[in-house]
Each structure stands twice: as C-alpha cells, then as structure tokens.
C-alpha cells in the first residue's frame, strides 16, 4: 500500500512539473508572440528574434520558437543591406527546427522566405537558382499540408511581385490570392501559438488587384 501511494505521489509531481514547464513555455510564447505584432523597427524585430532563439534554446525539444526566430529574420533579412548574411543567420536557426520537425509544411514556406531573400539581392541573375529553389519548396509544403494556405500565400504574393512579362502580376496572382482566402477562413491552427499568418498580404493582394 506505502509503494501505491509513494509511487502516486511520484506520478503527481511529475506531472505537476511537466504542466508547470508546459504552461511557462506557452506563457513566453505568447508574450513574445505579442511582442512580434507590435515590433515595427529593425532593433526591436531583431530583439523579437533573439527572444524566440532563447525560448528554443532552454526547451530544446519544440519547433515552434526556432520557426518563428528564422520566420522573423527572413523577413528582416528583405529590408536588409546584408540580405545574404542575415538570410543565412535564418537558415542556421531553420536547420534547429527542422531536426525537431521533420516535413513540415510551415518550416518549408520559411525556407521559401529566405530563398526569396537571397534572390532579392539580384533578381535578375539568382532568379534560376532561389526561385526555383523557393518554388521547390513551396510544392513540398503543399504536399507535406494540403490544408495549408500560406505556400499559396507566398505564391499569389510573388506572382504579384513578378513582372507580366515573366507571368506575374494581377492576372495570374488574384486567382491564387483568392484560393488563398479560402483556405485561410477554413484553416485551424493546432493551437493559439503555431503559425496563422498571411491575411494581411492577401488583403493586399486582393486590394491592389481589384
């Protein structure tokens, strides 16, 4: 009977940490998510980065924070002057959570992102490479998540980008954007942290577009 009760006595504390552990980590997340909507500057995206890395870091085992600290310096890396040093610093923190997550579909879109921000440093001569590479991985983002709306996102949003005598611009982007919208009403993200991004370029879009 001592063993039942010492032995329940265990399992209770055990969990009660694993839920205490739990409940900090998506308190840090959520708290640092904020902090992402509300970062306009360079130092204070780059501050959001590095929150997320060190969220990863003491977890160790989840995704989530090594996506959002690539996902966030991928896009500073657009507005960059050393687009290819910072896409390369997401590619190093991309790499931490795709050993944690194999296939995933939101770890393909990001390396689409830093594709594209390796292309925008000479569109015309790292066009064959980066756009191919970035459409490469778009496609497997489709596949690993057919439900997922932000490889469409991403596709209407360079067609846009992309000059009509390339094939680009509102004819061919629209209809995708539209798709897009779709999916991302119906989309339900597994949780309040994991990635729902993407209406704000379709609006955009669909804006520019009408």
């Given at each position: 009977?001592?063993?039942?009760?010492?032995?329940?006595?265990v399992?209770?504390?055990?969990?009660?940490?694993?839920?205490?552990?739990?409940?900090?980590?998506?308190?840090?997340?959520?708290?640092?998510?904020?902090?992402l909507?509300?970062?306009?500057?360079?130092?204070?995206?780059?501050?959001?980065?590095?929150?997320?890395?060190?969220?990863?870091?003491?977890e160790?085992?989840?995704?989530?924070?090594?996506?959002?600290?690539?996902?966030?310096?991928?896009?500073?890396?657009?507005?960059?002057?050393?687009?290819?040093?910072?896409?390369?610093?997401?590619?190093?923190?991309?790499?931490?959570?795709?050993?944690?997550?194999?296939?995933?579909?939101?770890?393909?879109?990001?390396?689409?992102?830093?594709?594209?921000?390796?292309?925008m440093?000479?569109?015309?001569?790292?066009?064959?490479?980066?756009?191919?590479?970035?459409?490469?991985?778009?496609?497997?983002?489709?596949?690993?998540?057919?439900?997922?709306?932000?490889?469409?996102?991403?596709?209407?949003?360079?067609?846009?980008n992309?000059?009509?005598?390339?094939?680009?611009g509102?004819?061919?982007?629209?209809?995708?954007?539209?798709?897009?919208?779709?999916?991302?009403?119906?989309?339900?993200?597994?949780?309040?942290?994991?990635?729902?991004?993407?209406?704000?370029?379709?609006?955009?879009?669909?804006?520019?577009?009408?």
């Amino acid at each position: 009977m001592k063993k039942v009760i010492l032995l329940s006595f265990v399992l209770a504390n055990t969990l009660l940490a694993v839920y205490s552990q739990t409940d900090k980590f998506n308190a840090a997340m959520g708290s640092t998510l904020q902090q992402l909507q509300a970062a306009k500057t360079t130092d204070e995206m780059g501050a959001v980065a590095a929150k997320f890395e060190r969220i990863g870091d003491a977890e160790k085992t989840q995704w989530l924070p090594y996506y959002y600290a690539a996902m966030v310096k991928a896009r500073m890396a657009f507005g960059a002057t050393d687009k290819d040093q910072t896409a390369d610093a997401a590619s190093v923190i991309l790499n931490k959570a795709d050993s944690l997550a194999k296939n995933n579909s939101e770890i393909y879109c990001v390396k689409a992102m830093i594709c594209y921000a390796h292309l925008m440093v000479d569109p015309m001569t790292r066009w064959k490479k980066y756009g191919a590479d970035a459409s490469a991985n778009l496609e497997a983002a489709k596949k690993a998540d057919a439900t997922n709306p932000r490889p469409f996102i991403m596709q209407a949003n360079s067609l846009k980008n992309t000059p009509e005598n390339f094939g680009g611009g509102c004819k061919s982007a629209k209809p995708l954007a539209l798709q897009a919208a779709k999916m991302l009403a119906d989309f339900k993200p597994n949780s309040p942290l994991h990635p729902n991004w993407g209406k704000e370029i379709i609006d955009q879009i669909l804006t520019s577009c009408n």
